[in-house]
């Protein structure tokens, strides 16, 4: 398994919003939580994984949301009518922020990404073996040791959360160096491929007033865990 690798468990309004079906209205029902296979503002759930982490990655340590204690990065490189939220890199964590109306929110609550190439020598595809096989491999062997994820919503629970696992096709990010040290040893500062697997959700505009998002997840086999707590004011 690659060294240094990166669990970001993380890993969220009611405007006319081009989604294919809601899940409130098909057989997950979930109110308000955008069904996997949908398309939203023209992608898919596995396209708005990369997005998401093409952000994320991008963010020096000082601002990175995924670091915030507090919430005060919640905002840091958003834009457009899709914001994302961020876990934790271990641990549990609480954040407060304020997020425009009209919004849908997209966030992991457990995932991973492989990318290359690492300072880890025996970090190689096998002979013959494209760097999108051996990428997607490794990143789905590591998911696969999920062992819990959950998310609450105003405190009711999210149902059938294992019809939400998406991996990504091969897609590039650049990184900030800063990001080395603190969870991912890999990050060149430059254009580098990657794969993502996790357990990703999309929330519909959520309505004006204070909201709570909670959700984590466990990798119970190697000790991982992460929780985080947002309350959100959509205003």
Excluded at 56 to 85: R, Y
Excluded at 96 to 113: D, R, W, Y
Excluded at 193 to 220: C, E
Aim: proline share 7%; aromatic share 10%; net charge negative.
């Amino acid at each position: 398994m690659k060294t240094g690798v990166k669990m970001l468990a993380v890993m969220l309004f009611t405007l006319s919003l081009p989604v294919s079906v809601l899940a409130g209205s098909g057989d997950h029902g979930n109110p308000g939580v955008v069904q996997p296979q949908s398309h939203v503002h023209g992608l898919t759930y596995a396209q708005w994984s990369v997005r998401w982490w093409q952000w994320l990655l991008a963010i020096p340590a000082d601002q990175n949301p995924t670091l915030d204690t507090t919430g005060e990065d919640c905002a840091v490189g958003q834009s457009g009518q899709v914001w994302f939220l961020a876990g934790t890199p271990g641990g549990s964590v609480t954040r407060t922020c304020t997020v425009p109306p009209g919004t849908s929110l997209f966030f992991p609550i457990v995932n991973a990404e492989m990318d290359y190439p690492c300072p880890d020598p025996t970090f190689q595809p096998a002979p013959g073996q494209s760097l999108e096989a051996f990428l997607t491999e490794e990143v789905r062997a590591l998911v696969d040791l999920v062992s819990d994820v959950r998310l609450e919503v105003d405190g009711r629970a999210v149902t059938k959360l294992d019809d939400f696992r998406v991996t990504s096709s091969l897609f590039y990010f650049t990184g900030d160096p800063s990001l080395t040290a603190v969870f991912d040893s890999c990050i060149t500062g430059s254009s580098q491929p990657a794969v993502s697997d996790g357990y990703w959700v999309m929330l519909a505009p959520l309505s004006r007033g204070t909201h709570t998002i909670h959700f984590g997840g466990k990798f119970a086999a190697i000790g991982f865990e992460t929780e985080a707590t947002y309350t959100l004011t959509v205003e």
